[in-house]
């Protein structure tokens, strides 16, 4: 393993005595190159795959619906793009990208069901559009009914197609109309309270047909790494204490109404999962608070009714309180890549992906620098931040079950990017590297359901489709199924029918 960090120079981790062996997961600092793929799930385990509403459906202005702040930041319409693309807050790979069209889900999702069921898909996560149902937000401001019936005919068609629809309230497409001066997004208490109307419309409106819900997804990605915050001492924690409120909330909703009786809710968190580079005790340390910080920031107070100790101890007054509710709910993970960690004091940044240079915020508080290794980068993503990490997903599932006593758990996204510019026929279709992350990440989860005991319950591809990969546009792929923009046809590659 050649290592390049700036400042490790402690002892290498291939030794018995390092931390795995102390916390109780797997791997004691040697690390698997190969995997195998023999062996089968427990019956009824769930395989499906999933998409997000702003990612694949486009009609941005059809339908009655309302913008979003992802219009207003990718420029479908939206008055802030201008002055976002002077800026250069649209990342270089995503251009003048937007979610206007995507891949046109709103207007094919009657074919689109039909390639799913041709797959032999039996589970679909999908998000609703808040904006599409409820276009400035509120219940005040009207329901759109032309939305709510697109949601309809397409829960409907997957039900007849024997596929089960899996619903997130909230993947990334706040109403503009709730991201204001008055109403800064989740800043803002009144976005909590929107937040639990809507989610309780769509509970009462689809509760008897959708039995799996999640009310948000990854909200550290949300609020946490590189957000222009006016305040960046407290903005992450303000805004990631509002959204718990609101999971809060929408699941008090959810109980009371009909779409409890057989159902189940949780929330979908994220993490990459993060390893000390050697054993030295600062590192240790720095790998499980970046865990702590990152997973049990949005876990603990939902499994454990308090922040981390971690995060309380060191944010002191910039940390809100929290009233423990009696929630208890499902987990859903997201999970791609895993990086070494080292400890880093005052930490200035942490990557060049999740806002270096902001200096002064949360990245500054998490105090860890994360680091690739050379094995690791033989097998790297078109996302500049994704490598194949498979023992990674091993790991956090074993550290999950610790932390939170075997919950159960469904793995809601995991998935591998290539380039955006490869056409349908070329090596995108065939799409080698993308099975082979697929067969090592789920041989790992397979040994993590065996021999470690973990209560995985399901796995979703992410993605479907190739789609719009949010701040870098279309220049990565990570359907299982190639969007070719140009014409809107749909070609399954190999992962698709390796899945
Ligand atoms: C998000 C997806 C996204 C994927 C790949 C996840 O964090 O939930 O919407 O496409 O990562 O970046």
Request: net charge negative.
């Amino acid at each position: 393993m050649a290592l390049t960090p700036e400042s490790a120079s402690t002892t290498p981790l291939h030794n018995p005595s390092n931390f795995s062996a102390a916390l109780g997961l797997p791997y004691l600092g040697d690390y698997p190159r190969t995997y195998t793929h023999e062996g089968g799930f427990p019956a009824g385990f769930v395989w499906g795959s999933g998409t997000a509403a702003y990612q694949i459906e486009g009609a941005w202005n059809e339908g009655g619906r309302g913008p979003s702040i992802w219009d207003d930041f990718s420029g479908a319409g939206g008055p802030a793009h201008e002055a976002m693309v002077k800026v250069g807050a649209i990342a270089g790979g995503g251009g003048n990208h937007s979610g206007a069209v995507a891949c046109d889900h709103y207007h094919r999702y009657r074919e689109d069901v039909q390639l799913m069921a041709s797959l032999g898909l039996r589970h679909y996560r999908f998000s609703l559009s808040w904006p599409r149902i409820l276009p400035n937000g509120t219940l005040a401001g009207g329901v759109n009914e032309e939305g709510a019936a697109f949601y309809d005919a397409l829960i409907d068609a997957l039900i007849a197609a024997k596929i089960e629809p899996f619903v997130t309230l909230y993947h990334w497409d706040l109403p503009s109309a709730l991201q204001t001066a008055a109403s800064p997004g989740w800043l803002s208490a009144g976005t909590v309270r929107h937040f639990e109307d809507f989610a309780r419309l769509c509970f009462e409106r689809w509760g008897g047909k959708v039995r799996r819900w999640v009310t948000f997804n990854e909200p550290w990605t949300f609020t946490a790494p590189g957000k222009p915050y006016a305040d960046v001492r407290t903005g992450p924690y303000l805004a990631g204490h509002n959204v718990l409120l609101a999971h809060a909330a929408a699941v008090r909703a959810f109980r009371e109404t009909a779409a409890a009786s057989g159902g189940a809710i949780g929330i979908t968190n994220n993490i990459d999962w993060r390893e000390p580079l050697t054993a030295a005790p600062e590192d240790v340390a720095a790998a499980e608070r970046a865990r702590e910080w990152w997973l049990a920031w949005f876990c603990d107070p939902i499994w454990r009714g308090d922040y981390p100790p971690s995060m309380r101890a060191s944010l002191g007054e910039r940390l809100p309180t929290f009233t423990p509710s009696e929630l208890e709910s499902l987990q859903g993970l997201n999970h791609y890549g895993s990086s070494f960690v080292v400890a880093q004091p005052n930490g200035k940044h942490y990557g060049k992906h999740y806002g270096e240079g902001n200096g002064e915020s949360y990245w500054r508080d998490y105090e860890a620098l994360a680091l690739h290794s050379e094995e690791m980068k033989e097998e790297a993503a078109a996302s500049a931040w994704l490598y194949s990490v498979p023992w990674g997903l091993r790991k956090l599932l074993s550290w999950v079950k610790r932390r939170y006593g075997n919950p159960p758990l469904y793995v809601t996204e995991n998935g591998w990017s290539t380039p955006g510019n490869d056409s349908a026929s070329s090596a995108q279709v065939a799409d080698g590297s993308r099975v082979r992350f697929l067969a090592n990440y789920t041989s790992e989860l397979r040994r993590a359901i065996y021999e470690d005991g973990v209560d995985v319950r399901g796995y979703y591809a992410w993605s479907l489709l190739d789609n719009f990969e949010w701040e870098m546009g279309y220049s990565e792929r990570f359907g299982l199924v190639y969007t070719d923009y140009a014409t809107q046809r749909r070609h399954p590659k190999a992962s698709a029918r390796w899945l």
